[in-house]
C-alpha cells in the first residue's frame, strides 16, 4: 500500500515563492523515480520535474531556473521549491512515485497553487 500526501500549495503573488511537500507512506515496496506534475483548468496534466533515487533531475523548460525539486529517501518524503512564480504556475500539482521493479504509478491528491498577478 502506498499513499502520497501533498502540502504546501496555496495563494501568492507573482514573483513570490512556495514550497510543496510530498510525503510517502509506503511499506514493503522501493520508491524508484519521484516527481511533481500539474494541471491547469482546461488543460492536460503536465510534467514539472522528476527526480530519480539517485538524485538525477529532470525539468519542463518553462520552470527551469526557477523551480527546485529534491527529495529525503529517509523520510520517503520530496520537496518542490518554486520560486519567481508566475500567473501561468497556477495549477493542481501532483506528486508522483513509482514504485517497485514494475515501477507502478502512485498519485497524490494534488494540491492547489495559485499565483495571482
Known amino acids: 500500500q502506498v499513499q502520497l500526501v501533498e502540502s504546501g500549495g496555496g495563494l501568492v503573488q507573482a514573483g513570490g515563492s512556495l514550497r510543496l511537500s510530498c510525503a510517502a507512506s509506503?511499506?514493503?515496496?522501493?520508491?524508484?523515480?519521484m516527481g511533481w506534475y500539474r494541471q491547469a483548468p482546461g488543460k492536460q496534466r503536465e510534467l514539472v520535474a522528476t527526480?530519480?533515487?539517485?538524485?538525477?533531475?529532470n525539468y519542463a523548460d518553462s520552470v527551469k531556473g526557477r523551480f527546485t525539486i529534491s527529495r529525503d529517501n529517509a523520510k520517503n518524503t520530496e520537496y518542490l521549491q518554486m520560486n519567481s512564480l508566475k500567473p501561468e504556475d497556477t495549477a493542481v500539482y501532483y506528486c508522483?512515485?513509482?514504485?517497485?521493479?514494475?515501477?507502478?504509478?502512485?498519485w497524490g491528491q494534488g494540491t492547489q497553487v495559485t499565483v495571482s498577478s
Open positions: 508522483n512515485a513509482r514504485v517497485g521493479v514494475r515501477l507502478t504509478n502512485y
Open positions: 509506503i511499506s514493503g515496496f522501493t520508491i524508484n523515480a
Open positions: 527526480i530519480s533515487s539517485g538524485g538525477t533531475t
